[in-house]
């Protein structure tokens, strides 16, 4: 009886409930159910720790991480319990909390797959080394020094990359506490060369035509009037400079407004394409820069250049590559 009062309490909690759920999808370390699930690591730990000793889940040691499951003959005398409980569990179509962690679910899959690239027999032997991150940091030796500015540069992570090829990175973001702890995870890193800026998008701290390359990633989706933003990022580069945008396609994720302060559920290619060309922008491109089978976001990635400079062709250059759409 004791046991059954136990096993009674320990699933009495939503967050273990949604991690139970989780765990029965894909098995995840802790790392990764934090980014899921939203809470701090020492409470994902200590969920973790219970529903072990419970018998629901088991821990597996992998590459220097432990990734736990759900144990398929787990909760004991508590095992019929436990299957009327799974039976009953709401779906993400009836629970936008849910929904909203499968998104995450399949994000934390993406990066997952990104980092290790499946190459070779059917098995999918992975080669170990080959991930987007080591490659677009070789892609950053090809580059000459410029002068970066990351708007809406969030904890400074694609700030930081930028800094590894650019000659300045100027970082800015209306959260003076998000500046605050971005700065200090710079200095741990030694970069010297990045200027932090509070500042928002649609009115960016610098001067006329001071920098090369301005750069919004996942930024324009929460501002009021994104077309607004990217002619404030033209105003902001020199003659021949580039605007790189990375954002969500048009997508009909609604909980992304309440839980992430989204203004809109991503854009539609055409109109990405529309406000550069109207920002001012020649030789812009749209394409897919990421997407899984299955995930609701699709990443796109557009650009486009200031006239001057090296400047080679206007409107009739667009290119737009569909990614097999």
Known sequence: MKDLSAFCRLLGDDVRLRLIRLLGKEQLNVKELTAILGIAQSGVSRHLGLLRKSGLVEERREGGFAYYSLRPDGAG???????????????????????????????????????????????????????WAAWSRALGHLLPPLIVADAGCGEGYLSMEAARWAEQVIA?????????????????????????????????????????????????????????????AVRALKPGGTVLVLDLRAHGQDWVRERLGDRWLGFRDESLEDWLFRAGLDDVRVEVGARLKGDPFTVLVASGRKAGGSARAGRGSVVRTRGGV
């Open 77 to 131: 005398v508590a095992r019929p319990m436990w299957e009327a409980l799974e039976a009953s569990l709401p779906t993400a179509d009836d629970d936008d909390e849910l929904k909203a962690d499968d998104a995450r679910l399949l994000e934390v899959l993406r990066l997952r797959k990104e980092d290790f690239t499946a190459h070779g027999s059917s098995a999918g032997q992975l080669v170990p080394g080959r991930s």
């Open 172 to 232: 800015i973001d209306s959260s003076r506490d998000v500046l605050k702890r971005a700065r200090l995870l710079a200095r741990k890193r030694g970069l010297a060369n990045i200027t932090w800026k509070e500042g928002r998008i649609e009115a960016l701290p610098l001067e006329d035509a001071s920098v090369d390359v301005v750069l919004l990633s996942q930024a324009l989706h929460h501002v009021p009037k994104p077309d607004a933003a990217l002619c404030e």
